[in-house]
């Protein structure tokens, strides 16, 4: 099961988190500058701005910046990595 639902259609997994960057693969792309939103497993809602994609096989990987991000949002991030740490940055 993929990790997060895209508003827009799709479905993505993460791949990283760094602080407020962000990377997932995705099924379907979006551009460089442009808002991304969706859902994960649990219902929290995922918010980031894209800073680059590439396509990579016949998925997409998605870089950005997480937008509004709580501190419970990036421990449930850094959770699904199984990292237990996000090297956050103070909110």
């Known amino acids: 099961m993929p990790h997060v639902t895209l508003d827009k259609g799709g479905q993505a997994d993460l791949v990283s988190l760094e602080a407020d960057r962000i990377a997932l ?3 379907v792309a979006s551009a460089p500058g442009s808002p991304l939103s969706g859902k ?6 995922l918010r980031m701005k894209v800073h680059r994609c590439r396509r990579q096989d016949d998925r997409f990987l998605i870089e950005g910046r997480l937008v509004d991000a709580t501190r419970k949002l990036r421990e449930e991030l850094a959770a699904m990595l199984g990292t237990g740490t996000t090297n956050e940055a103070s909110d």
Do not use: I
């Open 25 to 27: 693969r995705s099924t």
């Open 40 to 45: 994960l497993e649990n219902g929290s809602s």
